[in-house]
């Protein structure tokens, strides 16, 4: 009998005080559910402060509630034990409520925080906790509460009857709770779809929104993780050192597989962000670094030790520091994956020769498709050793080379047909050879691109070998681009080594591309319903100035190519009305330098009554396989 009676006592207590919370009487309620609580064999008693181990509600928001009720506590509330009286749950949801009716909603919250960590698996604590974060309009706390409520007792105790309450009110806010912020209560693979849209910058920039954001973007899942593995440092107002650098990996989970740094001098790029990058970002597949204005490393940081094992693509633009023994080390390290190598940034012969550079003898990349060699625009030309990097990549499909002096090393035999797969070649006005009178390399009758920026380049790769050896003289047939932005004079009007590499393509229909200076008469055989672009850079070389007569050679050439899209006029004296009867045509881009008034009426016509452009600038700039450096801009 005595046992019997003494669980009556709680029961009975627990009566008294609910009629006393429903009259209002809430000092009363209060003392008689502490004393309840109080008297619980589990030792966890009422209290007002908070947990000094443990914050429920911000684990709430960042969706970590379960770790955080795992952690140890080492303070009076003694938060980490656990108790299965379901009178000492009572108590303290009467308490709370008491507290609530009181508006000492901070009070409230502890207590019902108290709730969760006394018995995680019942759902009163949640119910309590999300009604109080509904009174103070925390809608998407309360939604979460609710759904963590749901997920942690739905494993222990799927059957709960009070589990279908938890559902009820979760629906019951949710509208509510995404009218305030969507974003935590969308799944993580949503939110990265969302995500992955923007660009690097503009996903800092969500950083700053929220903390619920920061959060969010910063977790350590894998889906949220893979957003931050593309990092595109651009041109900022605010230097950004290499604290920066590392937090930003991290949050790809130190799997960074492409940095760009647009501005290495700003950046303030030496040699520890140089072995940063080599320690730590292990899976990187493409590093490009570029700088606004010149910059030179501090002395004693040419001892760098690097591996990049997965390194596919490395581009070091203008001005960006040259240190040969990182460029040497990561294209060796890279040898057996590097596909695109891009070297810009060669020092020029005359204020920062490296000799060691020029003489470098480099890797063997048997994977390399793309080989880019430049240096900077102006009266000194960088100086590359070619015999060493014809060596180096056999099986190299595109070359790109400016602002270079290309010089043959002796000692190194120079192979007889170095890039037996050349697909497309760019050679600029501002590069140099060695070897003027004889061909640097052959090239390949399989050729789809060629473009050749001086005579120089014209006489060496065309004209030269053609007169030496015409029998053996290549007939490329799928050329798609053939430019030739100068001319080699020659007695013939058409020079037979002019013919062998345009008509074969014209007919066959592979041409898209054309631009060469067009001497008179025009044969018989310039014509094709497949070109799509055509340069007319010197035609008043050879048909004067006179209006009519440039005009009438201009619309000759139009009836030639009946399917243009795009043409460079360059600084011709085209009248407005022919640019029109082109545009009339089907042209959609045309190119020019000079006279911007003098196109400003055609220009606005083109652009409303047929959406077509006429732009000032070079069109060799925009061409695909140019590079997207605005600098080099500079030699055109």
Not at 14 to 30: H, I
Not at 288 to 314: F, H, Y
Not at 397 to 411: A, D, K, N
Not at 521 to 544: A, R, V, Y
Request: hydrophobic share 40%; charged share 25%.
């Amino acid at each position: 009998m005595a046992s019997s009676m003494d669980i009556d006592v709680p029961a009975t207590s627990l009566a008294k005080a609910r009629a006393y919370y429903t009259d209002k009487q809430y000092p009363k309620a209060t003392a008689i559910f502490k004393q309840i609580t109080n008297s619980c064999t589990c030792g966890v008693q009422a209290r007002a402060s908070p947990c000094c181990c443990k914050s429920l509600v911000p684990a709430i928001a960042n969706s970590a509630v379960e770790a955080e009720l795992r952690k140890k506590c080492i303070c009076s509330a003694k938060s980490d034990v656990r108790c299965r009286s379901p009178d000492h749950m009572d108590a303290l949801d009467g308490l709370a409520a008491v507290y609530e009716a009181k508006r000492h909603m901070d009070t409230a919250i502890v207590i019902a925080e108290a709730m969760i960590n006394l018995a995680p698996r019942e759902p009163k604590g949640f119910l309590r906790l999300g009604r109080i974060l509904r009174l103070q309009r925390s809608y998407r706390h309360a939604f979460q509460t609710y759904q963590q409520g749901i997920e942690l007792v739905g494993k222990k105790n799927p059957s709960h009857p009070l589990l279908s309450t938890l559902r009820q009110m979760r629906e019951k806010i949710r509208y509510s709770a995404v009218a305030t912020d969507p974003l935590p209560l969308m799944p993580l693979e949503l939110v990265a779809m969302i995500f992955r849209n923007l660009d690097f910058r503009s996903l800092c920039n969500c950083l700053r929104v929220s903390k619920s954001w920061k959060n969010l973007l910063t977790t350590r899942d894998k889906t949220i993780q893979a957003l931050w593995r593309i990092q595109h440092f651009g041109r900022c107002s605010k230097a950004i050192r290499l604290a920066q650098l590392q937090k930003y990996a991290t949050y790809s989970g130190s799997q960074v597989t492409e940095l760009l740094i647009r501005d290495c001098r700003q950046f303030g790029v030496d040699s520890n962000t140089l072995k940063w990058i080599a320690a730590s970002c292990r899976s990187l597949r493409i590093l490009k670094l570029q700088a606004s204005r010149e910059m030179d490393l501090p002395s004693g940081s040419n001892t760098i030790n690097l591996c990049v094992p997965q390194l596919t693509s490395l581009y070091l633009g203008f001005n960006a520091p040259f240190m040969l023994e990182f460029v040497h080390r990561v294209v060796a390290e890279s040898a057996a994956t590097l596909q695109e190598l891009t070297i810009l940034n060669f020092p020029s012969r005359f204020t920062k020769r490296v000799p060691s550079a020029e003489n470098a003898i480099w890797p063997v990349l048997r994977r390399l498709r793309t080989l880019r060699l430049g240096g900077r625009p102006g009266k000194e030309k960088a100086v590359v050793n070619i015999s060493s990097f014809m060596h180096a990549s056999p099986n190299v499909q595109e070359v790109w080379l400016e602002g270079v002096y290309v010089r043959f090393r002796e000692e190194i035999e120079h192979p007889e047909n170095p890039w037996p797969r050349l697909k497309r070649l760019f050679v600029g006005q501002e590069v140099g050879w060695q070897r003027l009178a004889d061909a640097p390399f052959p090239l390949p009758s399989e050729i789809e691109e060629l473009h050749l920026m001086h005579c120089d380049h014209i006489f060496s790769f065309l004209s030269g070998p053609f007169v030496e050896n015409p029998e053996t003289y290549p007939e490329p047939k799928n050329l798609r681009k053939f430019t030739l932005r100068d001319r080699v004079q020659n007695r013939d009007a058409w020079p037979g080594y002019l013919q062998r590499w345009v008509r074969p393509s014209l007919e066959s229909g592979t041409l898209k591309e054309l631009g060469v200076m067009f001497p008179k008469p025009h044969p018989f055989w310039l014509k094709s319903d497949e070109l799509k672009f055509l340069s007319l850079k010197g035609l008043s070389l050879e048909f004067g100035t006179d209006p009519f007569a440039i005009d009438e050679a201009f619309m000759d050439l139009l009836d030639r190519f009946p399917n243009l899209e795009g043409l460079d006029i360059a600084q011709e004296p085209f009248s407005n009305a022919v640019l029109a009867k082109a545009i009339k045509r089907g042209v959609k881009t045309i190119y020019h330098r000079g006279d911007y008034y003098r196109r400003t009426e055609v220009r606005d016509w083109a652009r409303d009554k047929h959406g077509a452009r006429i732009v000032e600038g070079d069109y060799v700039p925009n061409l695909p396989m140019y590079l997207p450096d605005e600098r080099y801009k500079d030699f055109y």
